[in-house]
């Protein structure tokens, strides 16, 4: 069969074997009380498997395995060259499954089969490798003491670390925490959401095959409620590593002050600003970013540009190149090679996307283009508001779906101010030829990422997090690495 074709991957949909059981201390395992929950396929509307339902009971057996593996010194006290093999090893054999990971990531999510294949498991694998590669290029230090004293300051593995991940990027977002956290030498426990466990229990079982002991890497699917909480609360577990929506955030916080004070890093909403201006260096590029940017992934995407601050001298030209780039992004089968714009998550949140479109057009903002033509119930397609007031909700909440505001503006002071007035600060873009103007702007903006003539460019050498209620943390970088370790002073008196 050829591997750009639909027939091809419908083949291979229909042959596939996902994973269902728990990953626990080196095997996979049903669930304690054998409950078990359906996941579904976003674009048929169908189940794709049961899948074991963990919760507080499973969620103590996978934090006395971490635990006892971490005390063990197994992993943690192994060279960091053997831990590189290892992390290498993974990487390896995730790139031998290349297909099935992104097979797998597309049915659980509908997110189309070109994006997983180009993206997802590319951005997880490179992951892996990079911090398989820093491991041993993270040094300690020597203080500058009196001659009577030798002060070390080193960096120490935390224990057992929780990472909870969203359903938009599974197992790109689970690797950019998985990777520093077990580089570092951590214990981890994976806690994939409900609706899309699959490539989170494949890759449990690819880190064995790679040589990492049992124990250091647990997957717990299952609900936040039973699963999700049992491990925020959990007074064995050291550090909770989330991305996700701010509300489910702000719980995590509570459950730590209430539990054990265990460090809790976010990565949380977003309503990022992507400004243009009047000097922009060419808008029919910057009108293909501007979709890009909060198209791709069906908008699902927590650094999305989904508010648009466009010079007045402009904004009518630029919205008419903006609507053409629109069409690229129109919905098709996931499976489909050709297809850009999948399906939303479920048919649920496709509904809520809805409503913020039927409000919107409710409080008389211009809907310039209306994405839901789509029939299938968990599709919508790229929709435009324009002239939408900073202070309706369309501008202030996050949609997470396929929807822009666009908001015009007269100078850089209106933009800035337009820009800063959000409880969010993920990302932000600026569009100028001045390189005055782009550094003055990129300063003043209160967000943890700006691109400057682009929208969220970058790579694994790069911090990603955010500013206010965005979240706190980096992740991918060496300061990912931060998260995951513990410094330690060691002070030596010197005899004379």
């Known amino acids: ?50 899948v074991a339902r963990g919760d507080w009971q499973d969620v103590g057996l996978a934090v006395k395995a971490a635990r006892e593996v971490f005390e063990r010194g197994d992993w943690a006290q192994s060279s960091p060259q053997r831990r590189q093999a290892v992390l290498n090893r993974l990487a390896d054999l995730m790139e031998q499954h290349h297909e099935e990971l992104a097979l797998l990531e597309t049915l659980d999510t509908g997110k189309p089969i070109r994006h997983s294949l180009r993206d997802d498991i590319p951005g997880a694998i490179k992951a892996v490798r990079w ?57 981890v426990i994976l806690k994939p959401s409900e609706k899309s466990p699959l490539t989170a229990l494949k890759i449990a079982g690819l880190a064995k095959q790679a040589g990492l002991p049992d124990g250091v890497l647990n997957v717990i699917c299952g609900f936040g409620d039973e699963a999700g909480q049992a491990l925020s609360r959990h007074a064995d577990v050291d550090v909770m590593t989330f991305t996700g929506s701010t509300r489910t955030a702000k719980q995590l916080l509570k459950d730590a002050g209430e539990s054990n004070m265990k460090r809790v890093w976010l ?59 629109a069409q690229k992004w129109q919905p098709g089968n996931p499976l489909d090679p050709d297809t850009t714009h999948g399906t939303l998550i479920d048919a649920t949140h496709a509904d809520n996307v809805q409503g913020f479109i039927r409000d919107g057009e409710v409080r008389g903002n211009v809907l310039a283009l209306d994405g839901r033509t789509n029939q299938h119930p968990a ?118």
């Open 131 to 187: 911090y398989a590669g820093a491991i041993d290029k993270v040094y300690g230090e020597i203080a500058p003491t009196s001659s009577d004293a030798l002060a070390l300051i080193a960096r120490e593995p935390l224990g057992v670390i929780a990472a909870v991940v969203p359903w938009n990027f599974p197992l790109m977002l689970a690797c950019w925490k998985l990777a520093p956290a077990l580089a570092a030498g951590n214990s």
């Open 379 to 496: 599709s919508v397609g790229p929709t435009i508001f324009t002239d939408v007031n900073p202070q309706d909700r369309l501008s202030r909440e996050e949609i997470f779906g396929p929807v822009l505001v666009v908001t015009r503006f007269s100078d850089e002071s209106e933009a800035l101010a337009l820009a800063n007035d959000s409880e969010y600060g993920l990302g932000a873009a600026v569009w100028t030829d001045n390189l005055s103007r782009a550094h003055r702007v990129s300063r003043r903006l209160k967000a943890g990422s700006v691109f400057v003539n682009n929208y969220n460019n970058g790579d694994m050498t790069v911090p990603f997090g955010g500013f206010k209620q965005s979240g706190n943390g980096r992740d991918k970088s060496l300061h990912a690495l931060e998260k995951f370790t513990e410094l330690k002073t060691i002070w030596i008196a010197l005899e004379s």
């Open 267 to 325: 990565e949380a909403g977003g309503k990022s600003a992507n400004i243009i201006f009047a000097d922009c260096p060419d808008l029919q590029k910057a009108a293909a970013a501007t979709a890009a940017g909060v198209f791709y992934n069906q908008g699902q995407v927590c650094i999305a540009g989904t508010r648009l601050l466009v010079e007045e001298s402009i904004a009518d030209e630029f919205v008419t190149l903006l609507k053409a780039e």
């Open 1 to 50: 069969m050829d591997y750009h074709a639909l027939e091809y991957w419908k083949e291979s949909a229909r042959t596939v074997q996902p994973e269902t059981r728990l990953f626990i201390n080196g095997e996979y395992r049903n669930a304690v009380s054998g409950a078990t929950f359906a996941v579904e396929n976003p674009a048929t509307q169908q189940t794709l498997v049961q």
